[in-house]
């Protein structure tokens, strides 16, 4: 069962436009969530993270929505550059435990 | 600051056999964790350790045992190695006060 769906395995994107990257939930106990970077053969680095009494969280180029009606978050890059090319994965956690549940990633590629 | 270290980077193992990966981070974070990285799977949790003493199982803890030897080090032992234990494997550590994990390098296992 898996608790955390990246239903799209990858998006390709033009330099300059928006990425959205998307994340399902169904575990309705998941009160605090995160974006992931991850490049080949490096470990992921932490993007930018939502807890669920915000619906909005904004870093720079990086914006994470948080729909908790539809159990849904999405991540949006504005502009995409040609650096954000990476698999992105979205995890979740409940607020007091030390476990997080992630999701399968999604592999976006920017285009020069 | 090194951060996260994992030792060896790569390893090659034939079915049965043992090894133990090992993991140090110099932040003095209080939690840690093994994850494993598998094609299409995402980041599965192994085991974690919340603070220096403890020791819990993940989604995915069989086969694996786990030693959190002091707050710096926390190593993943494969005592028999099995074909479907070839993965990637990541530790990360997280400080008490953020929810944001750090992650290492990365160990690329196979297991023939």
């Known amino acids: 069962d898996q608790q955390v769906k990246q239903n799209s395995p990858s998006l390709s994107v033009q330099e300059g436009r928006i990425s959205i990257l998307n994340c399902d939930y169904t575990?309705?106990?998941?009160?605090?969530f995160l974006w992931y970077k991850k490049y080949p053969a490096e470990g992921p680095t932490f993007l930018i993270s939502?807890?669920?009494?915000?619906d909005k969280n904004e870093d720079g180029r990086f914006t994470v929505f948080l729909n908790k009606s539809a159990k849904h978050l999405s991540l949006h890059i504005v502009p995409s550059q040609p650096g954000d090319s990476a698999v992105y994965f979205c995890?979740?956690?409940?607020?007091?435990?030390?476990?997080?549940?992630f999701g399968t990633g999604t592999r976006l590629k920017v285009l020069a | 600051n090194a951060g996260v270290t994992q030792t060896p980077k790569f390893q090659v193992l034939k079915t049965g056999q043992s090894m133990t990966l090992q993991c140090a981070q110099d932040?003095?974070?209080?939690?840690m964790y093994w994850y494993r990285q598998d094609p299409g799977m995402g980041l599965r949790l192994i085991y974690y350790?919340?603070?220096?003493?403890?020791?819990d199982k993940g989604e995915v803890p069989n086969g694996y045992n786990v030693s959190r030897l002091n707050k710096r080090e926390f190593s993943l032992r494969l005592e028999s190695a099995a074909p479907s234990q070839t993965s990637v494997y990541f530790c990360?550590?997280?400080?008490?006060?953020?929810?944001?994990?750090?992650f290492g390098p990365g160990t690329r296992l196979t297991v023939t």
């Open positions: 990360a550590s997280r400080p008490l006060a953020s929810y944001e994990q750090y």
């Open positions: 575990n309705s106990m998941f009160d605090y």
């Open positions: 939502i807890s669920s009494i915000k």
């Open positions: 995890a979740a956690s409940r607020v007091g435990t030390y476990k997080y549940i």
């Open positions: 932040m003095n974070h209080n939690s």
């Open positions: 350790s919340a603070s220096e003493g403890t020791t």
